[in-house]
Structures are given as C-alpha cells and as structure tokens.
C-alpha cells in the first residue's frame, strides 16, 4: 500500500483525493492546506469541469498540516502529492526529493524552463519516482489521437487544430501573470505539451497573443512549425467573458479522414471519413486525472520510472511555452533549435 500525503486542496487536490479514495493500491494518510476552511472541509474550492473536485474524502480521518513542508518531512508518507500553486512548485519538489519521496506535481512542473530542468536533474538522481501530472497524455480521446498519428491509422496527419477556452479563474494567483504565467503557462501548456507528445518539439513558434485580465499573455494562438506536419495550431485564453465557461476541442485533418473532440458532446469524439460522421463510442470512461495517478502509482509499485511523461519532457513544454510568449512580445517567429 502506497502512503500519499496531498499538499494544496484546490481544484486539483480535491480531484487527486477524489482518485486516491477509489483506489485499493494508495491511501491517503495526510493533507496540508494553508486555508482553515479548506484544511477542515467546511470550505471547498469549485471544478471547471463535470466531476472534478467532487468530494468523497473526509479531512477528519487523516493527519493534517497547515504547512506542506511538514507534510514532506513525515515518515508515514511515500508519495508526496503536490497541487500548489505554480511559484511553489519547485521547493516543494525539490524538498520532497531529497526527503526520499515519490514525487507527483502537478503542471506546471515550474514557474520556468530553467528551474524545471533543475528538478529533472535532481529527479535522474534520485531513487525515487517523480512526475509531472500532465493530464491529457492520459485523457481519454487523446490517447485515441496520439494512438492514430503514431500508427498512422488514416494517414499522416495534414492539419491538426487544439483550443482551449475559458473565464478567468480569479484569485489572487490566477490574477497575477508573475506567479501564473497568464493563461499561456497555466492552461495553453497542456496543448502545447500534447502537441510536443504527438509531434515531437518544433522547430520554431509563431504566436500572437494578448494581456486582458493579468500583466501576463491571457489569450495566445500559436502556429508550431514542423517539417513533416503542414500546419499545427492551438488557441488558448482564459480571457473570455464571465459566463463562458470552459470548452476544449481539437481537430485533426488526416490524409483518409478528420477527427473532432469536443468536451461538451456526448460522446465527445467521433470521426469522419468516407463520407460518414460516425462517433467513437468505445472511449475509456472517465477523465485523465485517473489514469496518469494510476499510471504513477503503478511505476512506483513495479520500481519503474515513468516514461509516458518524464520531468525533462514538462520541463521541454515549458521552454517551448517561453518561446511562444516572446513570439507574441517581439511578433516575431521563435527558433527551438
């Protein structure tokens, strides 16, 4: 049985205590929260989408903390969980590392490339398992996709376009572009991550963007230049107008057919080709949070580290997301090589 201990009940640590109580192979022995409210239960933080951060855990049935260092230095715990915001990543990681703890974090693995790449080195070192909880390399649908170009089931790919849109969060570290990054670190960096999976890192990027809600870029679109893809896109903005809510989509125009995701359809992805739209309904259920958790927890238990996603492929993903920010600040292309 794998002790975890959950740092930050947010949005995200509500989620991953929601994976952990389903589970037969991890539990959850201590919490740390620096919010009363949050660390006691009587206050819950709100999910962007259907059946996240649901509940089902009682605080009162583990040890907590009201700083995550003390949770880091327990002995009970092995994995350290960590769902803080992004400034606080890194000492975290770091600490945790050298305590002799299993490592997951979630995305963004640092505040920048340069400090992520710190805590893959120090990851290599260890022997420990670390990784970043890059979410849609486990998503349903999107396994689907990354399954299709690598096999090339319906030929290469010719187009493939990725938006994610959103409200503004709020809240004093959303609404901060220093601490979040704006929406092109916080939420674009899971296209850009997918599409660094799918396709490996491009050879350039060509971004325009602009700064609505923080000092940072809230709305970016991103052309990521490749010599074997003829056109690869994402758009992502949490600078919609309050109210919009929150839509993820991709399509993907292969050489025999197109694919479209769409997270508000059920179900969310269907095929067309031979002049048929047809939907593809044998999807696994359920979102990504479970199956990159179950994934870890399965690399911790066979002493394997994680291959699906490394610390140095979400430290690559952030360094590709700078590059893009200094494409839309100079309106001018980003050479990656």
Known sequence: ????????????????????????????????????????????????????????????????????????RDPEVDLVDICLPTPAHFEHVKAALKRGKHVLVEKPLARTSKDAFRLARLAEKSKRIAMCAMCMRFWPGWTWLKDAIANKTFGNVKAATFRRLSSHPGGPIYSSGELSGGAALDLHIHDTDFIQYCFGPPKAVISRGYSHVTDAIDHIVTQYVYD???????????????GFGFSMQYTVNFERGTAIFDLSQNPPLR??????????????????????????????????????VTLHDAARTIRIVEAEVKSVQTARAVSLR
């Open 1 to 72: 049985m794998i002790r975890v201990g959950v740092i930050g009940l947010g949005m995200m640590g509500l989620t991953h205590l929601q994976v952990y109580a389903k589970r037969t192979d991890a539990k959850v022995v201590a919490i740390a929260e620096r919010n009363p409210g949050r660390l006691s239960g009587q206050s819950r933080a709100a999910g962007n989408i259907a059946g996240l951060a649901g509940g089902g855990f009682d605080p009162a049935s583990v040890k907590t903390y009201a700083d995550g260092m003390e949770l880091i």
């Open 228 to 242: 074997d893809v003829p056109l690869v896109l994402a758009e992502g903005s949490w600078a919609m107008a309050p």
């Open 271 to 308: 095929l067309v080709r031979d002049g048929k739209s047809e939907p593809v309904s044998d999807l696994p259920p359920g979102m990504g949070y479970e199956y990159e958790i179950g994934y870890l927890l399965d690399c911790i238990q066979q002493h394997r580290r994680p291959q699906i």
